[in-house]
């Protein structure tokens, strides 16, 4: 080999090392890849499926909506939010009551504009009647924000009251009403309107959690602390007492150290939101 051919090589290689190590340099400090729109949504219905598994197998629709900046097409989307029922939030399943036809904008008496001179006057209505559109009964509303990588930031059922609507009320209702109700009267009271979950209920609340089931979504899932605060002696907090929390540590698939904190309902153990702290 002449030295000419040499040192060709020798510049050859030096070339590819130095592109190498600029590719390394420059994969290190890019920032992390932003994950799919589409992937985000099927990790929040996942999501859903983990956290309310009584919903699953029922032939329940997901409605899917989102905004997105006009001016930046292309951008990762962060937020989503998901609402599961018996059909989309607002498709028109039919109508009930007295009404055989649509209603449409600027209807007169619920007669469509382009027939109203065509149609036989409307008979009149029973006392009972209940004329409107039938929309699909849904069960949860809920939202999702995320990284641009698609790491979860936050969760929230957008109902705080959680779906025990009826037995909150009814609860608060009574415990307002009793304002001499002692701390112990006030937990009775609340497991007779059948909330699982009172202030003795520590260990049963922390059996019923969905961690195996989320650490597929989200990683490593270990549970640091689950607590409520003190019943306030001017009972503010009284409507939502006890308020549970859970404290979580994540170790997530791309080996990020995360810790998140759940606020559970004490009828069913819903989870209401779910914040990543670092946010805070």
Known sequence: MNSKTSRYQTLVLALAATSSITASYAAAQSP???????DRV???????????????GKNLVATIETYVQYDKPGKPIDYWQLDVGDGGKDVI?????CLSHPILPGDSQGIPAKSRDLRAPEPPQSSDCKPGPVIG????????????DGTLQYYALRNSGGREIEKLNAFTALVRAHPE??????????????AK??????????KSLPLAALEPLMG???????QFEPLLENRQNVAFWPEWKAKLEVISHSGRKLSYEMTLDRFNGDLIPMNRLDLR
Request: proline share 4%; hydrophobic share 35%.
């Open 42 to 56: 099927v990790w929040a219905q996942n999501f859903l499926r983990a956290i309310y598994p009584d919903l699953n």
């Open 220 to 226: 490593k899932v270990r549970l640091m602390e689950v």
């Open 197 to 206: 979950y009172g202030p003795s209920d520590k260990e049963a609340l922390i």
């Open 137 to 148: 009964k849904q069960y949860v509303s809920t939202g999702f924000g995320f990284d641009d």
């Open 93 to 97: 399943r039919g109508l009930q009551g």
């Open 181 to 194: 109700y002692t701390e112990t009267e006030i937990a009775e009271t609340l497991k007779k309107i059948g």
């Open 32 to 38: 992390p890849k932003a994950v799919a729109n589409t």
